[in-house]
């Protein structure tokens, strides 16, 4: 048999997370100890002031009972009276008996006889005596007093609930804020840490999905250890309440207890599984949506809205279905918690009847067990919810370990060696590169690049050129062989120092939404306003930005909306300026300029290009002539090298391209 769990058992990462917020959980449990034991403590509480109105009020008896106790006190009453009055008490209490019916009238007159013929007392203390027998009409005062001190206190255990409450919230508000922002910082850190090859196996959208849907989920972790801790003490305490009024239905309620939790248990179960499915769903939509939105421009020009929007449609229904199975678990939940409270209730209800026809049970204590009760029941109710909201933690927790933290990483990039002075020497010694499918992307490449000098790689698209970038970038390893960076393999450099000797210009521009100042200094953020305005200058990124009412202030939307495509080829231009790279790794930075722009900026690199040493891909092989060597591969391997004018005389293959380019069958 399966052990039932009360508290549910968070696994090991979770629980280290949340002990990074102890102050502030420790200080809301502390705040959630004493707010459930106020509301036991009401317990005692109803029962006294149920009894304090009971006793409050006039005797409303049976004539027989009523004539029992009038006889009763007449014949104390008697005992009082004849020591006083000098006569037998046999004479008193008949004396009193005939008063006791009569009109007040003709007890006035009995009263007379007894003064004149019997006793020779004054007239007015036989008579009082006698109304103080026969006045039943008023209440008990003193209950009435006592009631009012339970009513104060009454409001001063709510006046202390009050401030526990709001303590609670805030404190463990304040946990679950702080849990979720150091968690999406995590992952954000950890995503910038990643490889490239990462992100070419995830979607955008599921990543995203990780950092909002299920880091959302995930902060309920708080609310499951506050309900962990609120649910038991509240069923707990006033279970201890029923033992002590009661103990008949104390052991009557323990009967129903292991019926819920093994509901409750069993619901949990599938719960996660539920939840689980929803997350990942969750993660399918998103990504959709955000690869809808930001290939919008692609869509529309294939006139593909409609089948988009079918398809998005089906991960909306396909998500919709498992969040109604997650809600069918947890709405049956609840209501078969309720049952089975009731049919606790009813149970106790029943033997409540027998206990009070046997005298056994007053009236504030029944009124005080089924404000236990219910107590009891929305420990239970909480309880289920602590194992439905366990499990979609549980279910977020997964996804958000499986998809990013537990991703293996590169080396530190902070580790390594650094190299003064530094002069942008590249050598390729018998580098081969293999993706993790074994597609084999480069062979047995060996090329130098000498400092100040530049070399264009060209050739069909897959034959390799974006790989080597890559491995000079160190999005990857080579697989075979070694790559130098001034004769140091970059193996044993400082990634970050490495990338901060390269200047990229990737084809696909992208750009921030920020300031055009903010984009420029992306790379160089101690670049001063010089620097920033030197870089424009040489990408000629000054010839518009002078023209903007803010200049380098201006701000630009996401992905540089609001610049043409030729401006935002040039700022990305800057970008790479800005940081004085040691070496210029440029992906066709000229592909998207108007032929006036491409000019300028063309004029601009070859200046650059003399002063920094330049790796760039070429794509119009007019571009690759101006190259003081040129290396052209073909499925992953170097075919030919040379200058143009060596690689022309050689009448090769980059001879025929630039042939078939010149003629305008290539471009």
């Known amino acids: 048999m399966k052990k039932i769990k009360l508290i549910p058992k968070f696994d090991q990462r979770l629980t280290a997370d949340l002990k990074q917020q102890r102050s502030s959980i420790v200080k809301g449990l502390l705040c959630v100890l004493a707010t459930s034991l106020l509301t036991t403590a009401t317990i005692p509480l109803i029962s006294w002031s149920v009894t304090a109105i009971q006793e409050a009020a006039p005797l409303r008896l049976t004539q027989a009972e009523a004539a029992r106790q009038a006889d009763e006190r007449l014949k104390t009453r008697a005992h009082e009276l004849a020591p006083r009055l000098g006569v037998p008490e046999p004479s008193v209490l008949s004396a009193l008996r005939e008063v006791l019916p009569a009109t007040e009238d003709r007890a006035a007159t009995a009263e007379e006889g007894l003064l004149v013929d019997r006793f020779h007392l004054e007239r007015t203390k036989v008579h009082n005596a006698v109304r103080g027998l026969t006045n039943n009409a008023a209440g008990d005062l003193s209950a009435v007093r006592r009631l009012g001190w339970i009513s104060l206190f009454v409001i001063l255990v709510y006046a202390c609930k009050y401030w526990f409450t709001r303590g609670q919230t805030y404190y463990l508000s304040r946990a679950a804020a702080r849990l979720a922002s150091d968690l999406r910082i995590r992952l954000f850190r950890k995503l910038q840490r990643l490889p490239v090859s990462y992100f070419h196996q995830k979607r955008a959208g599921a990543i995203q999905s990780v950092l909002t849907n299920d880091v959302n989920v995930y902060q309920n972790a708080v609310s499951v250890v506050r309900d962990s801790i609120d649910a038991p003490v509240k069923a707990l305490a006033s279970f201890g309440a029923i033992m002590f009024i009661q103990p008949v239905l104390a052991i009557v309620a323990m009967l129903f207890i292991p019926v819920m939790a093994a509901a409750i248990s069993r619901n949990s179960r599938k719960m996660r599984a539920a939840q689980a499915k929803v997350q990942d769903d969750l993660s399918d939509l998103n990504a959709m949506s955000t690869e809808s939105l930001m290939g919008i421009r692609v869509v529309k020009a294939f006139a593909a809205e409609e089948r988009v929007a079918t398809g998005y449609e089906g991960l909306v229904d396909k998500t919709y279905g498992s969040q109604m199975d997650a809600t069918k678990r947890q709405a049956s939940l609840r209501p078969l918690v309720e049952l089975l409270g009731a049919a606790a209730l009813a149970t106790i209800l029943y033997i409540c009847g027998w206990l009070s026809y046997m005298d056994m049970l007053r009236l504030g204590d029944v009124a005080a067990l089924l404000y236990a009760l219910d107590v009891i029941n929305q420990g239970f109710r909480s309880w289920g919810n602590v194992n439905n909201t366990y499990s979609q933690v549980q279910a977020a927790s997964q996804r958000i370990y499986r998809e990013v933290l537990d991703e293996p990483e590169p080396i530190d990039q902070s580790v390594g060696r650094t190299i003064e002075n530094p002069r942008g020497r590249i050598e390729f010694e018998n580098v081969t590169f293999r993706y993790e499918d ?140 800005a940081r004085k790279p040691t070496l210029l790794l440029l992906d066709e930075a000229t592909s998207a300029l108007d032929a006036t722009s491409e000019k300028a900026v063309t004029e601009a690199l070859d200046e650059v290009m003399r002063q920094r040493t330049t790796l760039f891909i070429a794509h119009r092989l007019t571009t690759a002539a101006r190259a003081d060597r040129i290396l052209v591969l073909s499925k992953g391997e170097v075919v030919e090298e040379g200058s143009h004018m060596d690689l022309m005389e050689a009448n090769g293959a980059y001879a025929g391209l630039f042939r078939a380019f010149s003629g305008g069958i290539l471009d």
Request: hydrophobic share 40%.
């Open 438 to 577: 074994g597609t084999e992307a480069l062979r047995n490449v060996n090329f130098t690049l000498a400092p100040g000098t530049s070399l264009a790689l060209v050739g069909p698209s897959g034959a390799g050129k974006s790989t080597i970038a890559d491995l000079v970038l160190r999005f990857y390893e080579p697989t075979e062989g070694r790559i130098l960076f001034d004769g140091v393999d970059l193996r044993e450099l400082k990634t970050s120092w490495l990338r901060e000797q390269i200047g990229v210009v990737p084809q696909q521009t992208f750009l921030f939404a920020g300031t055009i100042a903010d984009n420029l200094r992306l790379g160089a953020p101690d670049a001063t306003q010089e620097d920033i305005e030197e870089a424009s200058r040489m990408s000629h990124t000054d010839e518009f930005v002078h023209n903007l009412p803010a200049r380098f202030e201006t701000k630009i939307g996401e992905g540089g909306s609001g610049l043409s495509g030729g401006q935002r080829q040039r700022l990305a231009i800057g970008r790479a300026l």
